[in-house]
């Protein structure tokens, strides 16, 4: 299994940006898939998950600025994240439950104010 995110940068605050997490070695499309970030100095938290049908969940924190997708024809899940905060700045990982718990690698997004 490999999650390749991408898509992080520098913003200002009230800007967008969109992340792509790139699946390979499972069946994509039988998985749900979430994001979580970790800000410095501080305990990686949950953002959003899909499940497999496309049901989402939210975050109190992002909800109604984040939205979470998925592509299956290109084994992508995407988010979308409008109106960002400073206190979005962190790494933002991509993460699926098969057996155990696999992590991409991060990406970097952060909101300047």
């Known amino acids: 299994v490999q999650l390749q995110a991408s898509g992080g940068g520098l913003v200002q605050a009230g800007g967008s940006l969109r992340l792509s997490c790139a699946a390979s070695?499972?069946?994509?499309?039988?998985?749900?898939m979430a994001w979580y970030r970790q800000a410095p100095g501080e305990q990686r938290e949950y953002v959003s998950r899909i499940t497999s049908g496309g049901t989402t969940n939210y975050a109190d924190s992002v909800k109604g600025r984040f939205t979470i997708s998925r592509d299956n024809t290109k084994n992508t899940v995407y988010l979308q994240m409008n109106s960002l905060k400073p206190e979005d700045t962190a790494v933002y990982y991509c993460?699926?439950?098969?057996?155990?718990?696999?992590w991409g690698q991060g990406t970097l997004v952060t909101v300047s104010s």
């Open positions: 993460n699926v439950g098969i057996n155990r718990s696999y």
């Open positions: 070695g499972y069946v994509f499309s039988d998985r749900g």
